[in-house]
């Protein structure tokens, strides 16, 4: 394979201990095996702007990486990615900051990571950009002449035609992904959105093979389901540095059952709902109290935005009012910790939970839900719960699939789960099993690769052929 290049808004951290995390998880372990270069953000912000950027040499890899200063790093990343992508591709039109100004710093600062990243490219080099940090830098790419395979991959959900319009800029930002000679999604359903966005707003020639045809440049648009890899999280799962954990929760849980929530705290992952559907599912069933605990893992995110703040003062609100209402002297209902804790810590959390509450409201994949299965004991494993609205709802299908929204049915589903006798509880947890253990993060590498070097022969075919 030519070498590959990752470009992400932020490089993984190095260390073991690494928080709970989709994009980071799911890349690192291609970036361990194909080497290559990676290329983004480097975490620090500079009071002045500058293109202070440096390489690194890691075991088998290149990490480069660019400083930003206050400006690029509000407008580019709080205000445009996060305060306006963000509610936009999650459907919350509510609290989108569409703002011309901050569109104009997170265009600058796509031109600049491509300033920065085009001296670094050899040119066979294949180039996969991640997520909607990065929507215009294969434009920028192309425009400086870079030639090689280059693939874009969204992490979230990319929303209907009409929403997507929400955009000030939503044609720009199409046109775009239309650069990319192959543009991926974590479904099918998001893929079709994309497709019909195009159809609607471009003057662009669907394929029959899904594709999309802008003048001389073919794009090929397919869903590729992130995944883990889940043979080494479910064997980190089974360590005895793990074990050792499990069972010291077990201890301090005695033969209380326990719920586990993990997630950062975002106001698209449900947090609010799930602790009322806790509180319902109590309310409605007293012989539940002093039994089971939800531990919620809520880890600190987005922090100078503003939504997130609110949403973590509301959800310490909730949480308080639930556990004063009903907790007692030895019981504590909720445990609700708004921290980091390692992906080690995370797996002895799912191993002695017997059911895993996954219930966002909108989500592209949500590895979560597949962390807790591959951390299964599968001679006892516990019961998913997960959001219809879960990218991850479409694979893993023998969850107790919820509407989030739906508080009621979701305290039903939690007295389900609890309930769930062990056979059923291991045949549904043995085919999601099976399923991730094809499925994992590898195979969703490969895929992508392998389409990314078709889709960039067939788009070089159509050019030459027209020039011809
Ligand atoms: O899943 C989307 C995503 O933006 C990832 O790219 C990222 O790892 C995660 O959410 C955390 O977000 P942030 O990089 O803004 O802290």
Redesign the pocket.
């Known amino acids: 394979m030519e070498r590959l290049v990752i470009v992400?808004?932020?490089v993984p951290t190095l260390r073991s201990q690494d928080p709970a995390?989709?994009?980071?998880v799911a890349l690192k372990s291609a970036l361990e095996e194909s080497g290559g270069l990676w290329f983004g953000w480097s975490g620090k912000v500079t009071e002045a702007p500058g293109s202070d950027w440096r390489v690194n040499q890691h075991d088998g890899f290149s990490l480069a990486t660019l400083d930003l200063c206050r400006a690029e790093l509000r407008g580019y990343?709080e205000e445009f990615?996060?305060r306006t992508l963000?509610p936009v591709f999650h459907g919350r039109l509510d609290i989108c900051r569409p703002e011309r100004k901050a569109f104009d710093t997170y265009r600058s600062v796509n031109r600049r990571f491509a300033e920065v990243l085009t001296p670094l490219l050899k040119d066979d080099d294949t180039i996969w950009v991640?997520?909607?940090?990065l929507i215009p830098l294969g434009k920028h790419l192309r425009h400086r002449g870079v030639e090689g395979p280059l693939g874009f991959f969204l992490?979230?959900p990319f929303p209907p035609p009409q929403t997507f319009a929400a955009l000030p800029c939503y044609r720009e930002l199409l046109a775009d992904l239309c650069f990319y000679d192959l543009v991926g999604f974590q479904t099918e359903a998001c893929a079709e959105n994309f497709r019909h966005a195009v159809a609607e707003f471009l003057d662009a020639e669907p394929g029959a093979d899904g594709s999309l045809r802008m003048g001389d440049h073919v794009t090929q648009v397919d869903a590729f389901p992130v995944s883990l890899d889940t043979a080494a999280f479910a064997e980190m799962a089974q360590s005895e540095e793990v074990e050792e954990t499990a069972d010291q929760l077990r201890d301090f849980m005695g033969d209380r059952q326990w719920i586990c929530g993990v997630e950062?705290l975002d106001y698209t992952k449900g947090l609010a709902e799930r602790l009322r559907a806790f509180a319902t599912a109590l309310d409605r069933t007293p012989a539940l109290r002093g039994h089971i605990s939800l531990i919620q893992v809520a880890a600190p995110?987005?922090e100078s935005v503003p939504e997130y703040r609110e949403m973590r003062s509301q959800l310490e609100g909730l949480s308080g009012s639930i556990n004063g209402r009903f907790g007692s002297f030895d019981w504590t209902p909720i445990h609700y910790l708004n921290r980091t804790f390692s992906q080690k810590q995370l797996a002895a959390l799912y191993r002695v939970s017997r059911v895993g509450l996954v219930t966002p409201l909108r989500d592209?994949m949500n590895l979560v839900a597949k962390e807790y299965i591959a951390a299964q004991d599968p001679e006892d494993p516990g019961v998913l719960i997960l959001s219809r609205f879960a990218g991850s709802a479409q694979e893993l299908t023998e969850a107790l699939l919820v509407n989030p929204f739906d508080i009621s049915s979701t305290a039903e589903a939690i007295q389900d789960a609890l309930e769930m006798p062990l056979a059923e509880r291991r045949r549904r947890w043995r085919q999601m099993k099976l399923h991730l253990d094809t499925h994992d993060v590898h195979a969703w590498r490969n895929a992508f690769l392998d389409a990314l070097a078709e889709a960039s022969a067939d788009s070089s075919a159509v050019g030459e052929t027209r020039a011809a």
């Open positions: 992400s808004n932020r995390g989709g994009l980071s990343y990615s996060n963000w991640q997520d909607y940090h992490h979230i950062r995110s987005r592209g």
